[in-house]
């Protein structure tokens, strides 16, 4: 178990830059959630934790010891492969007891613990069935077993529940944080799926063309992005772009947007403001005035039913602003009808350029 | 309906497309294989007019003379080396070609390694003949590059015979070793090597056991005609070179015993098929 510190790192293909000048510090027994587009550096940067590639500058430590010349097998990592990698030539047990036989481990040693990882993994009746014998999630839990039975310092999982459906996914979700807890083991999960790195991550960092453009704990990203490329790429969220004002913006037809979230940008030079779509809500009229709270008039332009919720988009001077509602009960609003937007200040996060 | 159920499952529709294939094994295998099993029962040829009659007698030649027996043992141990020295420089070669180089340059090698198959069999022997022999490439390069002299002599000898039948078959292990190797997922070498295995642990437990079946497919398919080769033994081998092959083209194209020659065949090939369903089981568990 240990604390992963990459450090300036930086690899290039050709004139591509994959990563630049990237630093992370991935926390002792932590849960860390690696999203980005794609192209933007995630496999790059594990394969280099794993050691399957080098940097061309840049130091990597894991629980201190700098790890950049040190092969992959004398690194001691798990790593747990999309397309899971196991050995088509040997049974689950055999799949899982080849990190510990290479190592030399004697054969009753090996057994017990082939067991325990089957067992935790809940396929301790599985073990003379060859992979193609097993179904996809099977497959993914034999791939975590032969991963953390050795008792690597770092699990490295590369987008390891994508080929999974949706259902299936959610419960390797689950059963994948709980092992991690069990063991407690420092963990490096790379993923597509913002919702996975929301639910499952303590820490999730945000890369774009080969940078760290935010990291921190899931709330905090999701309620305070810094860019508009951290809040649009992590959930949905509206931008509305003006003038800085000291405590929020002043959008082009006038209307100040008061927002308390986020740092302040100099006054007069140009900001956006993000609201995320839950946060506003929208009425027929401008009842009660409400304090502090932000307005903005506008007319809905189109209407989405998603079941337990409904998408508004709101044409306001031709922007379009996403609203989303909780299908309670309550009367739904025609396409064409005027409508009043509000939120709070609390939900509104100012963004520099 | 009973054509519906012969046109969904039975051979029916197949049939216009198999008959060629089917046609074409009979007239250029069946056919003389037959005519050849017939002839090895025979006392003499049944040409210009001879009586002839069935025997058993040159099958009961073989196991009466030791000589056929030794000679189909020192045919069946050239076959084992043989394969074995296509296995040791192929299967490298093989790998390098599926795992390390990549576009242009595995075209370019690909190109040679498989060149000798392009190449007429008996240019090739003599072209081995021109460098092996004393005076020839080898030899005189060598002591051009060697500060002490040196006599290379390997023409007519058995080294000579193992030479030119690896390099004449050595492009199978490569072909079937590649198609196997190419196969596996990188995948599955980087977890190997993930979970501690140093290369050589990854390669022996990881890519050797799933790039076994090419290895065993090249293995047959150099075995068993090298067994029965007599160009090489006799172009190369001279005074050396006399296999159980050679014995059976001589029967053939100077004694004119074709009924010994077909006999002696026949043993060749029934002795080959038990090796190989002797050897099944096992090499089944090597995989
Ligand atoms: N071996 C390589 N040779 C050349 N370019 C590469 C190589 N590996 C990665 N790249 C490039 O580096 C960049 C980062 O690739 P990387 O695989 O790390 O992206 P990623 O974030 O994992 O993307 P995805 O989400 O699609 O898996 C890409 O532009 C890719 O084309
Ligand atoms: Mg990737």
Redesign the interface.
Same mark, same amino acid.
């Given at each position: 178990m240990a604390e992963v510190v990459v450090d300036k790192v930086s690899r290039s293909f050709g004139s591509h830059k994959a990563l630049d000048e990237m630093s992370i510090a991935f926390p002792d027994k932590g849960f860390y959630g690696l999203l980005g587009p794609s192209g933007s550096g995630k496999t790059t940067l594990l394969r280099m934790i794993?050691? @399957?590639d080098f940097p061309d500058a840049g130091r990597i430590a894991i629980g201190g010891e700098g790890v950049e010349r040190v092969?992959?097998?004398?690194r001691?990592?798990?790593?747990v492969?999309q397309?899971y990698?196991? @050995?088509?030539?040997m049974s689950v047990a055999e799949n899982v007891a @080849?990190?510990l036989s290479?190592?030399g481990e004697t054969r009753g040693a090996i057994e017990v613990e082939v067991k325990r990882a089957l067992d935790l993994v809940q396929l301790g009746h599985l073990g003379e069935r060859r992979p193609h014998q097993l179904s996809g999630g099977q497959r993914q839990r034999v791939a975590l077993a032969?991963?953390i039975v050795?008792k690597p310092r770092v699990l490295l999982l590369d987008e390891p529940l994508s080929a999974l459906d949706k259902a299936l996914r959610v419960d390797m979700q689950i059963e994948l944080k709980r092992i991690q807890r069990e063991i407690g083991i420092t963990t490096i999960f790379v993923t597509h799926d913002q919702e996975e790195a929301l639910t499952m991550s303590d820490r999730i960092g945000i890369l774009r063309d080969g940078r760290l453009v935010q990291e921190g704990p899931p709330e905090e990203i999701y309620d305070r992005p810094e860019s508009e490329f951290a809040a649009t790429f992590l959930g949905d969220a509206n931008i509305l772009r003006g003038v800085a004002t000291g405590n929020g913006i002043r959008l082009p037809d006038g209307t100040v947007v008061v927002a308390n979230q986020g740092t302040k940008p100099a006054v007069g030079t140009s900001a956006s403001c993000a609201v995320r779509p839950e946060r506003i809500s929208i009425g027929e009229a401008d009842n009660a005035t409400l304090g502090e709270e932000n307005r903005l008039k506008g007319r809905v332009s189109k209407r989405i039913f998603g079941g337990n919720s409904s998408t508004y988009f709101v044409e306001h001077r031709g922007d379009i602003i996403k609203v989303h509602v909780q299908n309670n009960g309550g009367t739904s609003l025609a396409e064409g009808q005027d409508v009043i937007l509000r939120w709070s200040p609390e939900s509104a996060v100012l963004i520099g350029m | 309906m009973a054509t519906s159920i012969r046109g969904r499952g039975g051979i029916g529709p197949a049939l216009p497309l198999l008959t060629p294939a089917y046609l074409w094994l009979v007239v250029a295998i069946f056919l003389p294989l037959s005519a050849m099993a017939l002839f090895s029962f025979m006392t003499e040829l049944p040409m210009s007019g001879r009586d002839w009659s069935l025997t058993l007698e040159h099958y009961a030649a073989f196991f009466s003379s030791g000589l056929y027996v030794t000679l189909l043992w020192a045919s069946i141990r050239l076959g084992l080396e043989v394969t074995l020295w296509c296995a040791i420089i192929g299967f490298p070669a093989a790998y390098v070609l599926a795992r390390v180089l990549k576009g242009r340059a595995r075209e370019a090698i690909f190109l040679l390694v498989i060149l000798p198959f392009w190449s007429n069999g008996l240019v090739r022997i003599f072209s081995w003949a021109m460098v092996l022999r004393e005076g020839g490439l080898l030899d005189t390069t060598l002591n051009a590059i060697l500060p002490f002299r040196i006599d290379i002599d390997l023409m007519y000898s058995y080294p000579a015979v193992i030479i030119g039948l690896v390099h004449s078959y050595v492009p199978y292990m490569v072909l079937t070793c590649y198609l196997t190797l190419q196969a596996i997922?990188n995948?599955?070498i980087?977890?190997? *090597?993930?979970?501690?295995?140093?290369r050589l642990?990854t390669l022996r *437990?990881?890519v050797l056991?799933?790039a076994m079946p090419g290895l065993l497919a090249g293995s047959v398919l150099i075995f068993v005609p090298v067994v029965g080769s007599f160009m090489e033994p006799r172009i190369l081998g001279g005074r050396t070179g006399t296999f159980y092959g050679t014995v059976i083209e001589d029967q053939f194209v100077a004694v004119f015993n074709w009924p010994l020659g077909a006999a002696l065949s026949f043993i060749l090939l029934a002795v080959v098929l038990v090796i190989l369903s002797l050897s099944a089981p096992i090499l089944r568990r090597v995989?």
């Open positions: 794993a050691g @399957f092969p992959v097998e004398k001691r990592i798990g790593m492969f397309n990698a196991l @050995f088509p030539n @080849f990190g290479v190592r032969r991963a050795t | 997922d995948a599955l980087e977890a190997a *090597r993930s979970l501690g295995a140093s642990q *437990r990881v056991p799933l995989q």
